[in-house]
């Protein structure tokens, strides 16, 4: 089985732009959550998706939104950019929420 | 909310020598997850446990989950230098079931 891929894996931006990051789950997986990783933080939930309906989200800003699609690839977005959103962006999926979770390589994102 | 502390934040030891890292709740936890990530990585699953005062063994390491349910170790026994990376407890947890993930545990082995 493939394992869970997110594009793109580095990515540039400069403060008030936006971003979409994707991931695509391993096959059969129906929950993707999505994860912000900085030095120091751990990993800082933001929002998990299953059968395209977000089941739970974490404490950011209405400026982090995602969306899963009916083949469960999800995709995150982020809108206005600043500097404190500088970060590797892990996305991770199971079959359901609570059993082991497969995480992706995740997508640096630094913001300029 | 509940909250899942991990103690110690960085552990630096030779190889060799034991390690051990903790995570510990004040409510009681369903159950509890371990993963491993290197550095330049992503976590990776290592184990569950679900049942209270379990004890599970992978190689060296070993897990153990508390009999009140409320905190859980991983041990690994004579360190290596492939044991380098970041250690994470996680648990389920509420009606809801929300999963806390601790902050970590940063292992460093000197060879």
């Known amino acids: 089985k493939a394992g869970v891929t997110q594009t793109p894996r580095y990515l540039i931006k400069t403060r008030g732009q936006q971003v979409t990051l994707s991931c695509s789950p391993i096959s059969g997986h129906r929950s993707v959550s999505w994860y912000q990783q900085t030095p120091g933080q751990g990993l800082q939930f933001l929002f998990e998706y299953f059968s395209e309906t977000q089941r739970n989200k974490g404490n950011f800003p209405g400026r982090f939104s995602g969306r899963q699609f009916s083949n469960s690839r999800s995709e995150m977005n982020v809108s206005t950019l600043e500097l404190g959103d500088s970060a590797l962006y892990l996305c991770a999926s199971s079959l359901d929420r609570g059993i082991e979770q497969f995480f992706g390589p995740g997508t640096r994102l630094t913001v300029l | 909310g509940q909250q899942v502390m991990q103690i110690p934040q960085y552990q630096h030891v030779q190889e060799g020598e034991d390690f051990t890292t903790y995570c510990n709740s004040s409510?009681?936890?369903?159950?509890i997850q371990w993963y491993k990530q290197r550095p330049g990585g992503h976590p990776v699953f290592l184990i569950q446990l679900v049942k209270s005062g379990e004890v599970k063994k992978q190689k060296r390491l070993t897990f153990q989950f508390g009999e009140a349910k409320k905190n859980s170790s991983l041990h690994i026994t004579a360190t290596q230098t492939t044991d380098v990376g970041t250690y994470f407890c996680?648990?389920?947890?509420?009606?809801?079931?929300?999963?806390?993930w601790g902050l970590g545990t940063s292992l460093a082995v000197n060879p």
């Open positions: 996680r648990n389920n947890a509420g009606n809801n079931r929300k999963l806390i």
């Open positions: 409510t009681t936890l369903s159950n």
